[in-house]
């Protein structure tokens, strides 16, 4: 079976990798996003996929809009039988939808009409969800909204962070289409509708909802520090500059009359915070303004932090 896979992140290597070791799949082509300025350099840096891509000496399409009609030629031309898409990053034209004669099919990181959208993995944290799951499905221009061909469900534990539940779900989409993708050839498969009213979103995370708010329950505010951990990262700010939190555990103690995100403690492994309705966060990870990642015990080697500071405070 000869096939087209699109993806772009860390999300979709282990995906590719699977299709490139299975010996009854050709992998006719990659395609992926543009190689695009990483660093304080702005040295242009190649997309994971197309790294791996290149490993294997496959063919590599790079297209800046894949609706552009001379892209939609491009990949149509090497005949596939199916295209592949795992976090590919644009949406794709009818053109493209209609050209291979097995359709296009998706690996989406969430348990579908859950989280449709760029960002189910970490939504499904923050969230507080103690389950997610990966979705292969048709691809239909609506965002998201295919039949659905098989899913798998994938327990979030609490020690989870995004870094982890992604890599656990990449796994776990790799092995899922390699179990479907026969019964795709063979035809033993009934495509199940998504109920639209059943479905929920996860749009791309945006600089404000990095922002912690302290007045939420510590529980609600672990969420969204595991759901932005390795990156990118949930936020306060500390004598005004941006302070970023990395590492936070909950508190069975009580600090009803504390304002919130207020320090109430700095000892050796750490330091106490209030949040929302009395509850209290340990702070184990964090990163000051212009420094790296540390452990909080380190961050307080070098810097004293009064009972009384209030993290998220305006200047």
């Not at 001379?70 to 644009?90: E, H, K």
């Not at 103690?130 to 965002?143: N, Q």
Request: proline share 8%; charged share 25%; aromatic share 4%.
């Amino acid at each position: 079976m000869k096939v087209i896979f699109m993806g772009t992140p860390d999300f979709a290597v282990p995906i590719l990798q699977r299709l490139v070791d299975d010996r009854t799949i050709d992998v006719a082509a990659v395609v992926t996003q543009p190689d695009r300025p990483k660093g304080r350099k702005h040295q242009l840096t190649p997309s994971p996929v197309k790294v791996l891509a290149e490993k294997y000496r496959l063919p590599v399409l790079q297209p800046e809009k894949v609706r552009d009609p001379q892209a939609v030629r491009n990949i149509l031309s090497c005949r596939p039988d199916l295209l592949i898409t795992a976090a590919y990053g644009q949406i794709l034209p009818q053109s493209l939808l209609d050209g291979p004669r097995l359709g296009c099919v998706n690996v989406h990181a969430s348990l579908l009409p859950m989280y449709r959208g760029a960002a189910p993995i970490q939504q499904a944290i923050i969230d507080g969800r103690k389950e997610t799951g990966v979705t292969i499905m048709y691809m239909v221009k609506k965002l998201d909204a295919g039949d659905i061909l098989s899913q798998v469900r994938v327990p979030i534990q609490d020690s989870d962070t995004f870094g982890t539940l992604h890599d656990k779900l990449s796994e776990a989409g790799g092995d899922l289409l390699m179990q479907t993708l026969p019964r795709i050839v063979s035809g033993d498969i009934t495509p199940k509708t998504q109920n639209d009213n059943e479905a929920t979103f996860a749009p791309s995370i945006k600089r404000e909802d990095e922002a912690i708010d302290w007045s939420k329950p510590a529980s609600e505010v672990r969420n969204l520090i595991r759901g932005l951990n390795p990156f990118p990262g949930a936020y306060t700010t500390l004598n005004g500059k941006v302070f970023k939190i990395f590492g936070a555990e909950l508190v069975n103690t009580s600090s009803e009359k504390a304002v919130p995100g207020a320090v109430l403690k700095a000892d050796p492994d750490g330091f106490l915070v209030a949040a929302g309705s009395g509850t209290v966060l340990s702070i184990t990870e964090c990163q000051p303004s212009g420094k790296k990642r540390m452990r909080a015990a380190d961050f307080l080697r070098g810097t004293i932090l009064d009972p009384g500071t209030v993290l998220g405070a305006r200047r």
